[in-house]
T-cell receptor, first 111, second 118 residues
Framework: QSVLTQPPSVSGAPGQRVTISCTGSSSNIGAGYDVQWYQQLPGGPPKLLIHSNNNRPSGVPDRFSGSKSGTSASLAITGLQAEDETEYFC???????????FGTGTAVTVL | QVRLVQSGAEVKKPGASVKVSCEISGYRFSAYFIQWVRQAPGQGLQWMGWMNPNTGDTNYAQKFQGRVTMTRDTSTSTAYMELSRLTSDDTAMYYCARDQHQDWFDPWGQGTLITVSS
């Protein structure tokens, strides 16, 4: 049911940089709709990390950054920390389906 | 401090209905749309629809049309999501969230677990 595709998992050592991709299509990301990123800790609700492709809400560490190009977007985590080990979702809007769409989710593992 | 506090977990039988509440505090209730999203166990997030607390206008995902009703009580700053004709496929965590510019959702309620089981 997820319209946006993410890798199931990514991993990295503490201090390293990891990136999570979010692949959509010409009716969502490629149509110019913004991409958001959320972090979801086990048992908790999603928490906004990035909005409008590359904007961090106040309180979100600058280790997190977003980018968008064509029909895809990416979330980068630099200086990976143990507390970053959890699930991440991307989100956009699909103009053909007329629904908000989410990614399949990516589990980040800190080695 | 902006808070969205949802009602507690419920167990329902197939065919029944459930109504989840989402009490808002920390901002003017009528100023922001409320979005509803669900997450089946171990699965991704699925958008259900939004409600405009100012007018009561709603927009439902086609998947839920005819089964979902989103309402509000402005006197208590509470939004509601009612889902009818429940099946086991509706077992999920249901979240309300404050809409921002009809673009992103922030913050989210803590979630309400709805279990559908005979």
């Amino acid at each position: 049911q997820s319209v946006l595709t993410q890798p199931p998992s990514v991993s990295g050592a503490p201090g390293q940089r990891v990136t999570i991709s979010c692949t959509g299509s010409s009716s969502n990301i490629g149509a110019g709709y913004d991409v958001q990123w959320y972090q979801q800790l086990p048992g908790g609700p999603p928490k906004l990390l990035i909005h409008s492709n590359n904007n961090r809400p106040s309180g979100v560490p600058d280790r997190f950054s977003g980018s968008k190009s064509g029909t895809s977007a990416s979330l980068a985590i630099t200086g990976l920390q143990a507390e970053d080990e959890t699930e991440y979702f991307c989100q956009s809007y699909d103009g053909s389906l007329n629904i908000y769409v989410f990614g399949t989710g990516t589990a980040v593992t800190v080695l | 401090q902006v808070r969205l506090v949802q009602s507690g977990a419920e167990v329902k039988k197939p065919g029944a209905s459930v109504k989840v509440s989402c009490e808002i505090s920390g901002y003017r209730f009528s100023a922001y749309f409320i979005q509803w999203v669900r997450q089946a166990p171990g699965q991704g997030l699925q958008w259900m629809g939004w409600m405009n607390p100012n007018t009561g206008d709603t927009n439902y995902a086609q998947k839920f049309q005819g089964r979902v009703t989103m309402t509000r009580d402005t006197s208590t700053s509470t939004a509601y999501m009612e889902l009818s004709r429940l099946t086991s496929d509706d077992t999920a965590m249901y979240y309300c969230a404050r809409d921002q510019h009809q673009d992103w959702f922030d913050p989210w309620g803590q979630g309400t677990l709805i279990t559908v089981s005979s």
